[in-house]
């Protein structure tokens, strides 16, 4: 069975810095592709950032140059350091098992003016 857990949201001012993590079990993260995406209330679900199966990264406009996504082998767990956050960033955000419909229940980000 495949699980995927969220964790790391809190409340930041703007401008502060978040690390989300997801931890991976029933698939092997490394040689999966794995993405971030997040919903905000009232909008649909947008993707915020890949990582291939062969490490290759990408990211949405909005996102890039502050959001990093990257993963951690050996705890099969893929994270996502977001930085100079803004108001804009509030969602709750989900780990995903790219091409799949695996999805976690989500972190909730919550970035005050």
């Known amino acids: 069975q495949v699980q995927l857990v969220e964790s790391g949201g809190d409340l930041v001012q703007a401008g502060g810095s978040l690390r989300l993590s997801c931890a991976a079990s029933?698939?092997?993260?490394?040689?999966?592709?794995m993405g971030w995406y997040r919903q905000a209330p009232g909008k649909q679900r947008e993707l915020v950032a890949t990582i291939s199966s062969g490490g290759n990264t990408d990211y949405a406009t909005s996102v890039k140059g502050r959001f990093t996504i990257s993963r951690d082998n050996a705890k099969n767990a893929v994270y996502l350091q977001m930085n100079m956050l803004k108001p804009e960033d509030t969602a709750v955000y989900y780990c995903?098992?790219?091409?799949?419909?695996?999805w976690g229940l989500g972190t909730l980000v919550t970035v005050s003016s």
């Open positions: 029933g698939i092997i993260a490394s040689i999966n592709g």
């Open positions: 995903n098992v790219r091409y799949s419909d695996y």
